[in-house]
């Protein structure tokens, strides 16, 4: 098949990407969902790696990010990262969302803004503008080696980041499982469940 589309991946729960993905591809859960009930985001990667006390670089990748790209921030988890004008200004120029390992502020901007973000937590104290990386190198974000161009798909279950050259291949087995769920009830789910779990504990030798 092609590339599947933007639409196409966010049709698809980051919990069913799973089928293709390893658990090293998936950030650490402690970068959530910074206001309830975010929408899903799909879109390439902007990397950006920023200094300790220094958020420099990504103040700068909101002006260099395409529309539709999701920025994806190495950060110093001790000071804001971003903020209100920050978001306002990259939410005007189409940046689908950000993915930081650190913290933000201004949540309450952000929130009645609709902007989303996944982040560490809050901090009132911003860092510096004294220091600027390359953007789109390899970085590293919760515990995932993201390259520029890889996918993010991400809501409130997590961030699943899909390497660009097994995207085909993943949305694939995501869609195939996403498929077999939808064309199940509760009861005909349970029945395969119960078979498969009864068959697995009598292979350990389980009986009670």
Not at 1 to 18: H, N
Not at 119 to 142: D, S, V, W, Y
Request: charged residues 25%.
């Amino acid at each position: 098949m092609s590339k599947p589309t933007i639409e196409q991946l966010l049709q698809v729960s980051p919990c069913e990407y799973s089928e293709g993905l390893p658990r090293e591809q998936f950030i650490d859960p402690c970068i959530h969902q910074m206001w309830p009930q975010m929408p899903r985001i799909a879109g390439p990667a902007f990397t950006v790696k920023c200094g300790k006390g220094d958020h420099l670089s990504l103040h700068a990748a909101i002006y260099r990010a395409n529309a539709g790209d999701v920025i994806v921030v190495e950060a110093d988890p001790e000071y804001a990262n971003t903020g209100g004008n920050v978001c306002a200004v990259a939410q005007q120029r189409g940046i689908a969302g950000m993915i930081i390992d650190g913290a933000i502020r201004d949540i309450g901007e952000i929130r009645a803004a609709q902007f989303p973000v996944f982040a560490r937590g809050l901090m009132p104290k911003p860092g510096a503008k004294e220091q600027m990386f390359p953007l789109n190198q390899p970085i590293r974000c919760g515990g995932v080696t993201v390259h520029a161009g890889d996918y993010i798909v991400a809501d409130e279950d997590g961030v699943a980041v899909i390497p660009k050259n097994k995207l085909i291949e993943v949305y694939e087995l995501a869609k195939a499982r996403t498929d077999k769920d939808a064309g199940m009830d509760l009861d005909a789910w349970k029945a395969q469940h119960s078979k498969k779990i009864e068959s697995k504990l009598q292979e350990l030798g389980y009986s009670e």
